[in-house]
């Protein structure tokens, strides 16, 4: 069985640029996380889906962060525009959970690393 | 007070012996828990959940929780430097549906 798969696994850009990463959950999950970790922190939630809705965006800053599941599979979480604090892991998990009965069992993908300069 | 709390470490320990990690939270309501094992680089693994009081064993892993204490610890036995990893405590607290993860433990065992 496939893991989280997302993309790219890094990125450089310049402040003020805009970047988008990818994120295709395993098969059958109903439920996808953005989640952000900076260095020596633990991860931290931005966005949460069951299916296409977003069920949890209360920590995503939606001045300048979006994020769409339009077909309720692969998502994607965009940046626009970058600056300096946004550099860190962006995590993409999903689980057998829903959002009223949540497991607490994420299976996550690699991350992507985005270092903003 | 952080919600989830842990020492950052480094924990150091010899290969062969106990590493004990701990985790305190704040949040009474909180009904499940769970340890999360990070290699530098890598993304989070789970690795143990537990959901009530006492212990729970699986291999040479045994989470041990105590609900009036607030307290989840995670203790791992005969330690292999392929132990060594950062490991994240997680509570899910059911009310608001929302899983908060620990800053971690860096755990460091020594051939």
């Known amino acids: 069985e496939a893991g989280v798969v997302q993309s790219p696994r890094y990125k450089i850009i310049e402040k003020k640029q805009p970047v988008a990463f990818w994120c295709n959950p395993i098969?059958?999950?109903?439920?996808l996380y953005w989640y952000l970790q900076n260095l020596g922190q633990g991860p931290e939630l931005l966005i949460r889906?069951?299916?296409?809705?977003?069920?949890?965006d209360s920590q995503l800053p939606k001045d300048r962060f979006s994020a769409e599941r339009l077909k309720g599979v692969d998502s994607t979480l965009k940046i626009q525009p970058a600056e300096l604090g946004d550099s860190a892991v962006y995590l993409c998990?999903?689980?057998?959970?829903?959002?009223?009965?949540?497991?607490?069992?994420?299976?996550f993908g690699e991350g992507s690393r985005l270092t903003v300069l | 007070q952080k919600e989830v709390e842990q020492n950052s470490g480094p924990l150091s320990v010899p290969e062969g012996a106990i590493a004990s990690l701990n985790c305190t939270y704040s949040?009474?309501?909180?009904?499940?828990f769970f340890w999360y094992r990070q290699y530098s680089g890598k993304s989070p693994e789970l690795i143990m959940s537990?959901?009530?009081?006492g212990d729970k064993e699986d291999g040479r892993f045994t989470a041990q929780l105590n609900k009036a204490s607030q307290y989840v610890s995670l203790l791992i036995r005969d330690s292999q430097p392929s132990d060594s990893a950062t490991y994240l405590c997680?509570?899910?607290?059911?009310?608001?549906?929302?899983?908060?993860f620990g800053t971690g433990t860096r755990l460091l065992v020594s051939p």
């Open positions: 998990a999903s689980s057998h959970g829903t959002y009223k009965r949540d497991t607490g069992e994420l299976f």
């Open positions: 098969s059958g999950h109903n439920t």
């Open positions: 889906y069951e299916n296409e809705e977003a069920v949890d």
């Open positions: 949040d009474r309501v909180s009904q499940s």
């Open positions: 537990i959901y009530s009081n």
């Open positions: 997680a509570v899910l607290n059911t009310g608001f549906q929302k899983l908060v």
